[in-house]
Each structure stands twice: as C-alpha cells, then as structure tokens.
C-alpha cells in the first residue's frame, strides 16, 4: 500500500491540488507514514479538507494513527471543527476509547466543550460508549458533565440510556446534576425507566434522585406504571417516593 500510494504520488509529481490532498487522506487512513510524509513532502497541505469536509485529523483520530496525529498537531494542522457528519476529531477518539488521542487533542488545544455529531461533546459521546478512562480525561480538561447536547440530554442521560452504570457513577461522582431535565422536561430518572433499566432506576434512586415530577408532572411511579414496567421497578419507586 506504502509503495502504491508513494509511486502515484511520485508519478503525479503530487502538488497541493485535489488529488494530492485525496491520496494524504488515504495514506492517513491506512497509517503509511512513509507515503504521508512524501505527499506532505511533495506539496500536500496539512489544512485539507475531504469531499464532506473531514479533517487529517479527524481521520487520524478515528483510525487511531497516534504517530501520525502527534505529526499533524507538529505543523499545525487544524483540530477544531466539524466534519461530514458533524464529527470532531475529539468526538472520534472518546469514541473509540482512544485516551492517547484525547490527551494529545486536548494538550494541543482542542476544545473539550466543543459540539461535534447531534450536537453532542465528546463527553457526551464517551458517556453513550462508557468509555470511562476517557470520561474521566475529559473532565479533568474542564468539560462541562452537564453540558446538554441534543435534545438537552446531558452527559449523564445519554450514560443511562446507554446503560452504562460505570460511567453513570463517575459522572455522579464528578457533580453532574441528577435531576437536570432535557427540553421535553425528562430526567435521568425517566430515562432509565423508559428504557426499562432496572438496575439504573435503583442506581439512580440510592443516589436520591427526585422521583417527583420526572416527566410532564408525571411522577416516577406513575411513569413506570404507564409503561408498563415489573412490580419490582414500581415498588422500588413507591419505597423511594413514600407514595403508593
């Protein structure tokens, strides 16, 4: 592959132009340093952008090319900024779990705060994932745990939709709100019961989460009757709410 992409390139005599920047891309993506570094060597820019407007970086992100994003982040390539499908480069590597790419992302400068796909940060996308050592990096960068994304869920709702109770922990842990609503007025706590995850109801409830009011004046209990949820799931909310 090195030797294919390095030939064309020569051939070509590959210059700053479009077909150049094509070839990087793909060099990026399959991690042949030796054809990356002829192409940028010929001419190609470290600021070009994909037909859907991805980043090298992002790229390098999301196929974990460490070498590689370690070099972009040397000359200056660009960090921040939404790709294709609204991705960040940030967004690709706490989705991948990828903490070395994180903490070279952010030691650069990327934004930890930034909205990438739907409008999410990275927080939010390492909550979805339960991606906790990510989580966690994230947060020490000063990401907000209850900044909202789509929808106003917040880290921490997309953490109990996901049914990711370690992340749901940390994100306890780290002061995250657990009675923030999203704009249709839903808390954690209806989320866990909508998505009928038992053992985050009871996570949640030990961790006092409000059981009044959790979804359009509903109260829990009434929220998992109307859904239907087993006995243990409503008993456990009436115990919590002292109601019947």
């Not at 060099?27 to 037909?51: F, I, M, N, P, Q």
Request: charged fraction near 20%; proline fraction near 2%.
């Amino acid at each position: 592959m090195a030797f294919m992409v390095l030939q064309l390139a020569l051939v070509q005599g590959a210059s700053a132009d479009a077909e150049a920047d094509g070839m990087l891309f793909e060099a990026v993506r399959a991690g042949e340093l030796t054809a990356y570094r002829a192409l940028l060597g010929g001419g190609a820019s470290v600021h070009a952008r994909d037909k859907g407007g991805d980043s090298l970086a992002m790229f390098a992100a999301k196929h974990q090319r460490h070498v590689i994003l370690r070099d972009l982040i040397r000359r200056g390539a660009p960090l921040d900024g939404r790709g294709s499908m609204g991705n960040t480069a940030l967004g690709f590597a706490a989705a991948n779990g990828d903490t070395a790419s994180v903490r070279m992302l952010l030691a650069a400068g990327a934004d930890a705060r930034e909205r990438g796909s739907l409008g999410n940060t990275a927080l939010a996308t390492a909550a979805r994932f339960g991606r906790d050592a990510v989580v966690a990096v994230l947060l020490d960068a000063g990401a907000d745990p209850d900044q909202a994304g789509a929808g106003g869920e917040t880290p921490l709702m997309v953490a109990v939709r996901g049914n990711q109770p370690g992340t749901v922990d940390l994100l306890l842990a780290r002061k995250a709100a657990i009675d923030r609503r999203d704009e249709a007025g839903n808390t954690a706590l209806y989320w866990a019961i909508a998505e009928d995850h038992t053992v985050m109801v009871e996570r949640l409830v030990r961790r006092g989460a409000g059981t009044a009011g959790i979804s359009g004046g509903l109260s829990a209990v009434a929220v998992a009757r109307n859904l239907k949820r087993d006995a243990e799931t409503i008993d456990l909310l009436a115990a919590a709410c002292g109601c019947d």
